[in-house]
Nanobody
Framework: QVQLVESGGGLVQAGGSLRLSCAASGGTFSSYVMGWFRQAPGKEREFVAAFTWSGFSTYYADSVRGRFTISRDNAKNTVYLQMNSLKPEDTAVYYC????????????????WGQGTQVTVSS
């Protein structure tokens, strides 16, 4: 049973930083794509960042490129999202997600999801 558990969300002021963590267990993730998505109230879940575990090719949404960094710890099967220069528009529930394959895809292509962690950025 693949399980993804996010942590690290919270309340920060605009311009601040947070680091989200996603602990992955129950599978061998070398052939997976791992990513972060977010969903604000009343809005569709949107892509934030992702990588291919093997080779670590990274991809970012235009809205976060240059501010957010996705990374991993192979030994701990943990995915991180470092978020800097946060804006009120970044306020959302952030989800860790995984899929077997090579393509980044969108939210509908991912099979495994964490429970989400709330990020709130005040102005």
């Amino acid at each position: 049973q693949v399980q993804l558990v996010e942590s690290g969300g919270g309340l920060v002021q605009a311009g601040g930083s947070l680091r989200l963590s996603c602990a992955a267990s129950g599978g061998t993730f070398s052939s997976y794509v791992m990513g972060w998505f977010r969903q604000a109230p009343g809005k569709e879940r949107e892509f934030v960042a992702a990588f291919t575990w093997s080779g670590f090719s990274t991809y970012y949404a235009d809205s976060v490129r240059g501010r957010f960094t996705i990374s991993r710890d192979n030994a701990k099967n943990t995915v991180y999202l470092q978020m800097n220069s946060l804006k009120p528009e970044d306020t959302a529930v952030y989800y860790c997600a995984g899929r077997l394959g090579k393509r980044i895809g969108g939210a509908y292509d991912y099979d495994y999801w964490g429970q989400g962690t709330q990020v709130t950025v005040s102005s």
